[in-house]
């Protein structure tokens, strides 16, 4: 009888504690799925509408005003060949520090979004050099971003935009140009072991709707007959890695060649995946997603839009009207870049800007390129000092007319 008593009180306890972590009247703490939709911990159906804080964990040269220095590393070597890489540390910290800060966050919900997607690099959470340690400041930086939605209400999607070795073959993932990934053991532990440590970290977070695993795998002038069939297989690594701590949170899933091809795709394996999409520069009509709905609709999923932009406002209100109609979240790109509309917040040009830009965009292949072109440093220096301070919120230029084809902009 004792032990009867004991295996009760045990099993009370259990349940006390079970019945604690549950909102009132049953809910879930976490976004979920059912069915074809997202649903958020109140019970509501939950339609993400969301901004990608594009160019601040990766950053991409366009966003700059350069050509052909259009990814991380080749940007950081016309740093380093401006400034020194004494300085330009000191550039890349503060970057970190001021391009998506809780000023960023707060108008972004003000504006009326209820979500973003942060692109990032895994460079930012490993060491360099053998044995690779699973640290780096991309740690502090999302719990920062997480931290302050929390804080404003707005749910995150965390995307590994550039994984090791690459998952794309472009600049996009800082890459060596070719989808390594796929073919380097190395590279799929070291991605494995960054999500299961992300998601240990987050696992207990209900601000963070889930992982986007891999942004834009296998560019589409790579040969899809070999690297095609690798991807699910990779997919369901990373899952099962990331189900080893985190039963919570949804998993995203992007398809192949830029995210757009769903045919790689068999029957969902694990109960929370949604799956995503991107789409960019096409006419707008009901063809253009009609493959994703018959995806959805068949294996009673949800969909979530997670790249497009770069248009028009006439373009992008039509695109989201469009998705909206499919009852598809989305989620356009980007939130800030340099002197352009197609945005949310547009950073001013310094006055010396175009002096560095001309530097990066001239060839220097050698030691005499550099010297024979690097502008003055005075120059330099004014024109890195007033981008750091022109990144701050307070000092962007809001554009209303990109906000108002996303439907939004009331209230800030």
Excluded at 11 to 16: E, I, M, T, V
């Amino acid at each position: 009888m004792r032990l009867e008593k004991k295996a009760a009180t045990l099993l009370g306890l259990a349940a006390l504690l079970f019945l604690s972590a549950v909102p009132a009247g049953g809910r879930e703490k976490f976004v979920t799925m059912r069915g074809r939709e997202f649903v958020a911990p109140d019970g509501r159906v939950l339609l993400l509408r969301g901004i990608n804080l594009g160019n601040w964990l990766l950053p991409e040269g366009y966003m700059f005003k350069f050509k052909s220095a259009n990814s991380p590393q080749r940007i950081g070597v016309v740093l380093n060949q401006l400034v020194g890489d004494t300085q330009a540390r000191r550039f890349w910290r503060a970057y970190l520090d001021h391009y998506v800060t809780a000023d960023d966050i707060r108008f972004i919900k003000r504006a009326g979004f209820n979500s973003v997607r942060v692109p990032f690099s895994y460079r930012l959470f490993v060491t360099e050099g053998e044995p690779r340690r699973l640290e780096g400041v991309g740690y502090e930086m999302l719990d920062r971003v997480v931290g302050w939605c929390r804080k404003e209400g707005l749910y995150v999607v965390l995307d590994m935009h550039g994984a090791p070795g690459g998952q794309t073959g472009d600049n996009i993932d800082d890459s060596w140009g070719y989808p390594f990934l796929f073919e380097s053991p190395e590279s799929q532990q070291l991605t494995i072991d960054i999500w299961r440590k992300l998601a240990a970290r987050y696992a207990r977070e209900p601000a963070v709707v889930g992982y986007d695993l891999l942004n834009e795998p296998i560019a589409h002038y790579f040969d899809a007959a070999h690297f095609n069939p690798k991807l699910e297989p990779l997919y369901k690594r990373i899952v099962a890695a990331v189900r080893e701590v985190d039963k919570n949170h949804v998993i995203f899933l992007g398809g192949a060649q830029w995210n757009t091809n769903f045919k790689v795709f068999g029957p969902p394996f694990d109960p929370k995946l949604a799956y995503t999409f991107h789409k960019y520069w096409m006419e707008v009509k009901q063809e253009a997603v009609q493959e994703y709905v018959d995806f959805s609709a068949k294996y009673g999923v949800p969909l979530y839009m997670g790249e497009s932009g770069e248009n028009t406002d006439e373009w992008i209100a039509s695109f989201r009207t469009l998705l909206e109609r499919n009852n598809v979240g989305w989620c356009f790109w980007p939130y800030k870049k340099l002197d352009a509309t197609s945005c949310v917040a547009s950073i001013n040009k310094p006055a010396d800007w175009d002096a560095v830009a001309a530097f990066a965009d001239h060839p220097r292949t050698t030691y005499e390129d550099v010297r024979k072109n690097r502008p003055p440093k005075e120059r330099i220096d004014r024109a890195l000092a007033d981008y750091l301070e022109g990144i701050k919120f307070k000092n962007c230029r809001v554009n209303e007319g990109y906000l108002k084809a996303l439907g939004l902009a009331a209230g800030h």
